[in-house]
């Protein structure tokens, strides 16, 4: 059992508030299975929100409750992060206050500019009560929480980020502040992606995904006949370079090449899973420069992942997991020579690198073993 070394009771590990690819719900299971009292707690869910991801987890509001419920809900939270949690796990970057409210966003109408009073005079006072009540905060940034287009279009030869409202200089600005109030406030800060560290603090730490519960996701023996089968579920398009992957598709179908391809989009998780298992390989993403949670769910099933690796973030790994990558490397120069490289091969080899990718899940992405890392930095933000 995993006790809070000064009280006579398990460790209260709280992860709110942003559900985002299932991270929270997951790593909360793992800490639960080590002994720890480990909760998730949401708001301002998402309609479409996928139910998968929410097994375990309190919704106090969603984004269809109305603004006083929310907000309410909002206090709520607070109040239990003070007075039930040692450690608070403030995902993706969110604080429970709204820090900057829609800062990738214009604000129009006298609603929302209420909303900006409201919000700026909140200001990081959740940030200030939690510290002053000796909660120890980490905040896991992933996807794109951190990511500053000004510094991708600088230090990038590929990236996906464009000067719109999302990655304008305003609001890679803004994304700058919020990082530098969390680096004030936090025990810990996490980067999923290793394009993150680059604009972190220096103590931030890398840690993989932990996402997939491997129990879950059995291996599924690869096909043994018919065209080899590529598949491609983005769920954004510009962020995964899609266009980019259609149009090496088309042009590999016009060489005469025989493989079949399928594009899953808006399509539930469950369906999506059965769909994934007659699948042969996977285009996860072109532009990012990191691999996705599409990606390791697939190498979780035995099967190879394509998806673009930026070299230079490497060296963020631990040395040892940046040898055995075993994802395919590809970027949009490159995604039409790899995929005919792919489809023209032969099943054992296609086997072969799947069950690589597996071992890689279990060695890296298991999330009871990240659990530990994390249960190990919770303790020793306590001790000090």
Known sequence: MIRHPRKNRPLRILHCHKMVGGNSTYMARAERAAGADSRVVALNVLPFYDDTFLADVTVLSRMSDSILKREWQRLRLLWMACTWADVVHLSFGYSIFPLEWKFLA??????????????KLLGIWDLRILKALGKKMFVPYQGDA???????RKHFDVYFTTEDDAFSLANDAA??????????YAAGIYSLNPDLMHVLPPRAKFIPYGHVELSDWKL???????????????????????HHILAAVEKLKAEGLNFEFVLIENVLRGDARKLYET?????????????GGLATEFMAMGRPAIAYIREGDLKFLPPEMAR??????????????????WITTDRETLREKGLECRRFMEKYHDPNRIAQIWLADYLGSLQN
């Open 106 to 119: 214009p604000r129009r109408g006298l609603a929302s500019r209420l909303y900006a009073i409201y919000s």
């Open 146 to 152: 951190a990511l500053q287009g000004d510094y991708c």
């Open 175 to 184: 994304r700058r502040r919020k990082i530098a109030v969390f680096d004030r």
């Open 220 to 242: 599924v023996p690869m096909r043994t006949e018919g065209p080899i089968r590529i598949g491609h579920a983005p769920s954004n398009r510009a962020a995964k370079g899609t």
């Open 279 to 291: 699948l042969d390989l996977v285009v996860d993403q072109v532009l990012a420069g990191w691999y």
């Open 324 to 341: 055995e990558l075993p994802v395919i490397s590809a970027g949009p120069g490159e995604i039409t020579h790899v995929l005919r490289q």
